[in-house]
C-alpha cells in the first residue's frame, strides 16, 4: 500500500507565499505581538483567547497552537490549524466574508492558527419569527422553539413552518419527536455552499456568530478537505434545489483562482496535501455541473451531534 500523503507539517508553512497587503486584518493577525489572555474552556482542542498588536493596532482573536489539537482517527495528525487557514482562504476566494481573517502563524505555543474574534450579538437581528411571532422557549403550539442561534424545533406533523427549513426530526428531551428547522436565511445559504465547497465535517449551531453589525460568521473549520465526503451538518434545508444565481457566480470566481499556478493554488498548496487540492477542485465543478445543493448521502442527513 503506498505511504499516504503528509501535509507539510506547520512549521514550514508559516510564511505564506506572499506578504499580506500592510494595513490589513491579515497584517495584523500575522505580524503582531501576540499575548494570550485565557483558554476557552469548553473547546475540544486548546482554543486561547489572545490579543494581538501591530503598530498601534490592537485586535482580540483566538489562537489554536498545532501541539494543541486533539488526535482524531479520520484526520492526520497536526493539520487542522492549516485546514482552518484554507477554509478561510476558499471563503475569501468565493468573495463571501463568512470566516474571520485567518492566518498560520507562530504563537507562545508554537504553530498554530490565529483568527480575528468575533463578538457574538446579544439579539440574532434577521432571526425570521415563526408565525404569531417569536415564541419563547418552552412554547410549543403556535410556533417553533428556538434552540440556540438560527435554529429551532418545530411540530413534526408539519412541513416546516414559514421563514424556516427543515433539517430532520430529532427527539426532544422528556419524550417525543419534533422538527429540526434552521431560518431560511441567505446568509446561511452561502455558508451551506461554503460547507459543500469545503466538506465541512463539523457545521453545528455554535460555529455560528453574529456581530452585532449583522454580519454572520462560520467558525471551527478544522475538520474540512477530507478527500472522502464527509459532509455533516445542519443546513440541509435546500438539498436538491437549484443554487441561487450569486452562488454560481461566486463558484465560477473560485473554479477560476483554482487554476494551474494560481496564487490561491500555490497557497492552498502549502496547507493541503495534492489529492485534496484536487478533490476541492473536482466538488466545485460538481456543484458547478449539478447546479444544486448537494442532498444527503446516506438515507438521514449526516447531522452533527449536539446539533448546537
Ligand atoms: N473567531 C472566534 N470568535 C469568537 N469566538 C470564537 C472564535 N473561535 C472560537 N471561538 C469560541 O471558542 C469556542 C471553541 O472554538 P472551536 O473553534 O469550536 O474549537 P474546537 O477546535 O476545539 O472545536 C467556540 O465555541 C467559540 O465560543
Ligand atoms: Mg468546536
Known amino acids: 500500500m503506498p505511504a499516504p500523503e503528509r501535509v507539510p507539517p506547520g512549521p514550514v508553512t ?5 506578504p499580506a497587503p500592510a494595513g490589513s486584518v491579515t497584517a495584523l493577525l500575522t505580524g503582531g505581538e501576540l499575548t494570550v489572555r485565557g483558554r476557552i474552556a469548553e ?3 486548546a482554543v486561547l483567547h489572545c490579543t494581538v498588536v501591530h ?10 497552537p498545532v501541539a494543541g489539537e486533539q488526535p482524531l482517527w479520520d484526520f492526520p495528525d497536526g493539520t487542522l490549524a492549516q485546514r482552518e487557514v484554507a477554509a478561510y482562504e476558499v471563503c475569501a476566494a468565493l468573495g463571501w ?3 474571520p481573517p485567518t492566518v498560520l502563524r507562530e504563537g507562545p505555543y508554537g504553530p498554530g492558527m490565529v ?3 468575533i463578538d457574538q450579538a446579544d439579539e440574532e437581528p434577521g432571526e425570521p419569527a415563526g408565525p404569531g411571532g417569536a415564541p419563547e422557549a418552552g412554547e410549543n403550539a403556535s410556533g417553533p422553539v428556538p434552540v440556540g442561534h438560527l435554529l429551532a424545533l418545530a411540530d413534526a406533523e408539519r412541513p416546516a413552518p414559514e421563514g424556516w427549513r427543515a433539517i430532520g426530526l430529532a427527539e426532544v428531551p422528556g419524550g417525543g419527536t419534533a422538527l429540526l428547522v434552521h431560518a431560511d436565511d441567505a446568509r446561511l445559504r452561502r455558508l451551506a455552499v461554503l460547507d459543500a ?13 453574529t456581530s452585532a453589525d449583522g454580519r454572520l460568521h462560520g467558525i471551527d ?3 474540512t478537505f477530507h478527500t472522502e465526503d464527509k459532509l455533516r451538518t445542519l443546513l440541509w434545508g435546500w438539498a436538491g434545489e437549484p443554487l441561487p444565481e450569486e452562488a454560481v457566480a461566486a463558484l465560477g470566481r473560485l473554479a477560476a483562482a483554482l487554476g494551474e499556478d494560481a496564487p490561491l493554488t500555490t497557497r492552498l498548496a502549502a496547507l493541503l496535501t495534492p489529492a485534496e487540492v484536487a478533490a476541492l477542485r473536482d466538488r466545485v465543478a460538481a456543484l458547478l455541473a449539478s447546479g444544486t445543493h448537494p442532498v444527503p448521502g ?4 449526516a447531522i452533527p451531534w449536539p446539533p448546537v
Do not use: M
Open 14 to 18: 508559516t510564511a505564506p507565499a506572499e
Open 43 to 45: 473547546a475540544s482542542n
Open 55 to 64: 503598530q498601534g493596532r490592537t485586535a482580540a482573536c483566538v489562537y489554536k
Open 97 to 99: 466574508e463568512l470566516i
Open 115 to 117: 483568527q480575528l474574534w
Open 197 to 209: 465547497v469545503i466538506n465541512n465535517s463539523d457545521r453545528k449551531g455554535g460555529h455560528l456568530l
Open 221 to 223: 473549520h478544522g475538520v
Open 298 to 301: 446516506g438515507e438521514w442527513p
